[in-house]
T-cell receptor
Framework: EDKVVQSPLSLVVHEGDTVTLNCSYE??????LLWYKQEKKAPTFLFML????IEKKSGRLSSILDKKELFSILNITATQTGDSAIYLC???????????FGAGTILRVKS | DVKVTQSSRYLVKRTGEKVFLECVQD?????MFWYRQDPGLGLRLIYF???????EKGDIPEGYSVSREKKERFSLILESASTNQTSMYLC?????????????FGSGTRLTVV
């Protein structure tokens, strides 16, 4: 059975800290890994990673995929209170469009 | 701007009631999905549909059914609501296999069954 495991489940940091969120996956016929940010409403797309070792960056957020070790990390530098959210990781297989989600990491950034 | 609209943000229903959750997308997407989200469990797939009138079970279909009579609308039905179906329900859509990117989500319906 496909599964995605995220760690830590929750995290509290102070503004300005750097955080690393982890995601390991076991997805049959793996195609890509996606990261989402969820505040009070719908999850919003952050990154999609398909190739190993290629970092994707968007402002203070970056992410990388290791297809050999089957994991991904999401880094957030110089955290701000607006980064407080649930961060979801999901794996997608080659044949369909189903996403298998992890439980999420709840990040709280204190001012 | 593309949109997935869920008809209700909050619902309170009684045990045993039949409950309809509606989801409409305006992007002409082929694929639509229903997930429930519970703390510590993440998003779990209930049902999905790759085309009109087609449906497939996800990981936790028990107690639910779906209907997709039109491409833009995907309804989730709780045949006889129970307290363990109290949850956040998220609908999502996706253009289809050729598109590499992820889903567009609705804002969610928080259902409480009392």
């Amino acid at each position: 059975e496909d599964k995605v495991v995220q760690s830590p489940l929750s995290l509290v940091v102070h503004e300005g800290d750097t955080v690393t969120l982890n995601c390991s996956y076991e997805v049959t016929n793996f195609r890509s890994l996606l990261w989402y940010k969820q505040e009070k409403k719908a999850p919003t797309f952050l990154f999609m990673l398909t190739s190993s070792g290629i970092e994707k960056k968007s402002g203070r957020l970056s992410s990388i995929l290791d297809k050999k070790e089957l994991f991904s990390i999401l880094n957030i530098t110089a955290t701000q209170t607006g980064d407080s959210a649930i961060y979801l990781c999901a794996g997608r297989d080659t044949y369909g469009n189903k996403l298998v989600f992890g439980a999420g990491t709840i990040l709280r950034v204190k001012s | 701007d593309v949109k997935v609209t869920q008809s209700s943000r909050y619902l309170v229903k009684r045990t045993g009631e039949k409950v309809f959750l509606e989801c409409v997308q305006d992007m002409d997407h082929e694929n639509m999905f229903w997930y429930r989200q519970d703390p510590g469990l993440g998003l779990r797939l209930i049902y999905f549909s790759y085309d009109v009138k087609m449906k497939e079970k996800g990981d936790i279909p028990e107690g639910y059914s779906v209907s997709r009579e039109k491409k833009e609308r995907f309804s989730l039905i709780l045949e006889s609501a129970s307290t363990n179906q109290t949850s956040m329900y998220l609908c999502a859509s996706h253009p289809g296999a050729r598109n590499l990117y992820g889903y567009t989500f609705g804002s969610g319906t928080r259902l409480t069954v009392v």
